[in-house]
């Protein structure tokens, strides 16, 4: 299962949810959405557990908890909606 994981910190990586995510089970993969062109975080991140227990687990212990000094917010990921190409301008 896909979890979305929102108003992150800018400084918070992906050791940090990694880590705070681990005690409700095993993760797959963690990924923070950064900026193209600035390579910033956008506060929001992608964790994916294969155990959807654990994950349901996850959404419901890690959905308002502080971290990093922001209160999350955890729910399942939407399925990505098709968006069309942006055209390059020479």
């Known amino acids: ?29 963690v990924a923070v959405i950064t900026d193209r062109n600035t390579g910033r975080s956008k506060g929001f991140g992608f964790v994916e557990m294969n155990d959807d227990s654990e994950a349901k687990a996850a959404i419901e212990g890690m959905n308002g908890k502080d971290l990093d000094g922001r209160n999350l917010n955890v729910n399942e990921a939407r399925p990505r909606r098709d968006r069309p190409q942006r055209s390059e301008r020479y």
């Open 1 to 29: 299962m896909k979890i979305y994981v929102g108003n992150l910190s800018y400084s918070t990586g992906e050791e940090d949810i990694r880590a705070a995510f681990s005690e409700f089970g095993t993760i797959d993969s």
